[in-house]
């Protein structure tokens, strides 16, 4: 049988929403990603009707550090290892 990821990582079997993967979590569905771009490009409307500078990166290498850092993040949460700062405190 196939295996199935729901978004919070827990594998099941048989049918269900969630899309077939194999053996990688799904960290987003994609509505959640759909809505989430929506979201984005309306607040980039907004933010410059309003004339205001934008949060991010104006130019293509500040979006491929955010985009970096995504990738970083998802590599190691697939070897699951890390430290808990929060623990230390």
Do not use: C
């Not at 991010?56 to 190691?76: D, E, M, S």
Request: without cysteine; proline residues 7%; charged residues 15%.
């Amino acid at each position: 049988m196939e295996d199935w990821v729901s978004t919070d990582g827990r594998q099941t079997v048989g049918k269900t929403k969630w899309l077939p993967v194999a053996r990688w979590r799904v960290m987003v569905s994609f509505p959640i990603a759909a809505l989430a771009l929506v979201t984005g490009f309306l607040t980039g409307a907004v933010f410059r009707f309003l004339n205001v500078p934008i949060p991010a990166p104006p130019n293509l290498a500040g979006i491929l550090g955010i985009v970096g850092i995504y990738v970083g993040y998802v590599v190691v949460d697939h070897f699951d290892v890390g430290v808990d700062v929060l623990g230390f405190l």
